[in-house]
């Protein structure tokens, strides 16, 4: 669903860029509306009818707008499913004390080690 939206977005975004590069500003006719050439618009005056561009153009602003607080609404709550098989902490703690197991071999050398270093102590303080 995520991705779903995200999809959505991304071409809401880009499609939303195009279309306002398309449309010419109001500037444009900026002589026309300090009095010279053709008169009837002002510079913030009437618009007219609104042309097919702009009512696109709200149309996906809209979709943009609705997709960004859609995102940003499920970002903060993450759902707490997971695909993972539920296993209890206890399973998973015996089967790591199983694995880790020290071998004899280990033990014996690090317990002669011990030893021969207390010893060595015990020499040294005489």
Sequence with gaps: MTTFILFIHIISCILLILIVLLQTGKGADMGASFG???GGQSLFGGAGPATALSKITTVVAIVFMLTSLTMAYTSGHKSSQTIMPATSSSTVNESAKD???PSD?????A?????ESSEQDKKTNQ
């Design 36 to 38: 010279s050439a053709s």
């Design 99 to 101: 694995d880790v197991k």
């Design 105 to 109: 071999e280990n033990t014996t050398t």
């Design 111 to 115: 317990n002669s080690e011990k030893q």
